[in-house]
T-cell receptor, first 113, second 113 residues
Framework: GENVEQHPSTLSVQEGDSAVIKCTYSDSASNYFPWYKQELGKGPQLIIDIRSNVGEKKDQRIAVTLNKTAKHFSLHITETQPEDSAVYFCAASIVSNTGKLIFGQGTTLQVKP | NAGVTQTPKFQVLKTGQSMTLQCAQDMNHEYMSWYRQDPGMGLRLIHYSVGAGITDQGEVPNGYNVSRSTTEDFPLRLLSAAPSQTSVYFC????????????FGPGTRLTVT
C-alpha cells in the first residue's frame, strides 16, 4: 500500500523567512496530494492541494511543487508569520470513490517573532 | 452550518470499558471517515463510509466498529478499550465526488488507563 514519509518533523524559522516541508510517496498510482494545517486543539484544515497533472500550484504565500518522477512533493511558505505556527501534514491519495488519504507523520513549524 | 461536530471532547476510560465516539455533519456529505492521531505517526484511517449503510475498513480497524444508518451520523464504537487505543480521534466528511477535499471535526482526546 501507499506510504508517505514527511521531513523534517520539526522546523523553526524566524518571522519573514521561508519554510519548506518535504514529502515522498511510494505508490506511483497516487494522483492527489493535499496539505493540511492543524492548529493547537483543532482538527486539520486543507490549505492547498495539487494533482498529478500539475507541477506547481501557488496560493498567496504558500506553494506546492510535485515531482512525479522522483515521487516527492513539497510545501513552501514564504514570508512566514507567527500565525503560520502549526503542525502541517502532507497526504497522498488516488482520486476515486474510496477517498482514502494516507498522511505523512507531520511537521511542527514554529515561527519566531 | 455547524460543519463536522464530535462529542465528547475528552474521555477517560478504564481498560475493558466500552464507549461510542459521536460524529455528525450537516453538509449532506456522503463520505465520512474516522482517523486516529498519534505522536510521530500522522493520521491513520480507521474506518470509512461512502454512504448510508456502507462501511469499510481503513489502515487500523482492529478494536473499532462503525455503522452508518443516516447520512449525518457516523459513530465509532470501542467494544473493549485497551491502552493502545489512547489517542486523538478525528472524524472527517466530504462529498462523494470530492473525497479528496475532506473536512475534519475538532477531535476527541481519549485516554485508556
Amino acid at each position: 500500500g501507499e506510504n508517505v514519509e514527511q521531513h523534517p518533523s520539526t522546523l523553526s524559522v524566524q518571522e519573514g523567512d521561508s519554510a519548506v516541508i518535504k514529502c515522498t510517496y511510494s505508490d506511483s498510482a497516487s494522483n492527489y496530494f493535499p496539505w493540511y494545517k492543524q492548529e493547537l486543539g483543532k482538527g486539520p484544515q486543507l490549505i492547498i492541494d495539487i494533482r498529478s497533472n500539475v507541477g506547481e500550484k501557488k496560493d498567496q504565500r504558500i506553494a506546492v511543487t510535485l515531482n512525479k518522477t522522483a515521487k516527492h512533493f513539497s510545501l513552501h511558505i514564504t514570508e512566514t508569520q507567527p500565525e503560520d505556527s502549526a503542525v502541517y501534514f502532507c497526504a497522498a491519495s488516488i482520486v476515486s470513490n474510496t477517498g482514502k488519504l494516507i498522511f505523512g507523520q507531520g511537521t511542527t513549524l514554529q515561527v519566531k517573532p | 452550518n455547524a460543519g463536522v461536530t464530535q462529542t465528547p471532547k475528552f474521555q477517560v476510560l478504564k481498560t475493558g470499558q466500552s464507549m461510542t465516539l459521536q460524529c455528525a455533519q450537516d453538509m449532506n456529505h456522503e463520505y465520512m471517515s474516522w482517523y486516529r492521531q498519534d505522536p510521530g505517526m500522522g493520521l491513520r484511517l480507521i474506518h470509512y463510509s461512502v454512504g448510508a449503510g456502507i462501511t469499510d475498513q481503513g489502515e487500523v480497524p482492529n478494536g473499532y466498529n462503525v455503522s452508518r444508518s443516516t447520512t449525518e451520523d457516523f459513530p465509532l464504537r470501542l467494544l473493549s478499550a485497551a491502552p493502545s487505543q489512547t489517542s486523538v480521534y478525528f472524524c472527517a466528511s466530504s462529498y462523494r465526488w470530492r473525497t479528496y477535499e475532506q473536512y475534519f471535526g475538532p477531535g476527541t482526546r481519549l485516554t485508556v488507563t
